[in-house]
DNA sequence: ACATTAAGCTGTA
DNA sequence: TACAGCTTAATGT
């Protein structure tokens, strides 16, 4: 087989614990798609269809009332976006789009339907997978909830700590990304993470951030 | 307190 | 040198 050709089944968790038959016949089902920085993935009213990220990043995001876009998520390698679409939720608002180059793997409704009744395992996996998806967004929600920009500022950088466990952390995306994610602009982001070196609760050079007072951060 | 606008700075192709 | 990403300052809500 291409090696090629393995990408998104062989190493991506939700099906990478599967015997290689089991894995051989997914791979047969599915899509292969590389999209350039930039380009649509998806958007309300497309097909049905789950789409794996086997390289790269996408963006999903819906768009408010005024027309801008509000980031939702960014989707790494290894996971997945659009599984409520395959069970009859309609897309009526989510786009999602390349942030770089990026291979994706994309499964027909009815043929991970099937999936899911031929491998309970898989069936198992994916309620997991989607279990902890859910935490993820309750906890990224709850940004959004606090007041101060200086307030999801620091419970991100705290995020971001917790997740690498070392108190040197690098911002995984851009400014721009990180600012909508946090729900305001590029110039506030830059700002409030001088104000917090000023106050001397981090270091940063780039995107690199040294945390120098925990207590405080939380204490925000 | 934060957004918007515009201008300037820096690294990179 | 042209461009993207980031920062800074002025001004508006």
Do not use: W
């Amino acid at each position: 087989m291409d090696p090629k050709e393995h990408l998104c089944v062989r190493f991506v968790p939700l099906f990478n614990h599967l015997k290689i038959e089991d894995q051989r016949r997914i791979n047969s089902l599915v899509h292969r798609t590389t999209y350039q920085k930039g380009e649509t993935v998806f958007s309300p009213k497309d097909e049905p269809q789950l789409v794996i990220v086997a390289r790269g990043s996408l963006k999903v995001y819906q768009l408010s009332v005024n027309g801008k876009e509000q980031l939702l998520r960014i989707v790494e390698p290894g996971s997945y976006e659009g599984e409520n679409f395959l069970f009859g939720v309609e897309n009526q608002h989510l786009f999602a789009e390349a942030l770089e180059e990026t291979r994706v793997c994309a499964l027909k409704q009815d043929d991970f339907q099937g999936l899911l009744l031929d491998y309970p395992q898989l069936s198992l996996k994916f309620l997991t997978i989607n279990a902890q998806k859910n935490t993820q967004m309750q906890e990224q929600t709850q940004f959004l909830t606090m007041e101060k920009v200086e307030e999801r500022l620091a419970a991100y950088l705290l995020d971001l700590y917790k997740a690498s466990q070392h108190k040197q952390v690098k911002i995984p995306m851009k400014l721009k990304e990180l600012a909508a994610f946090l729900g305001t602009t590029p110039e506030t982001v830059s700002r409030k993470l001088k104000y917090l070196q000023e106050l001397g609760l981090i270091r940063r050079n780039k995107k690199e951030i040294e945390i120098l007072d925990l207590a405080a951060l939380e204490s925000l």
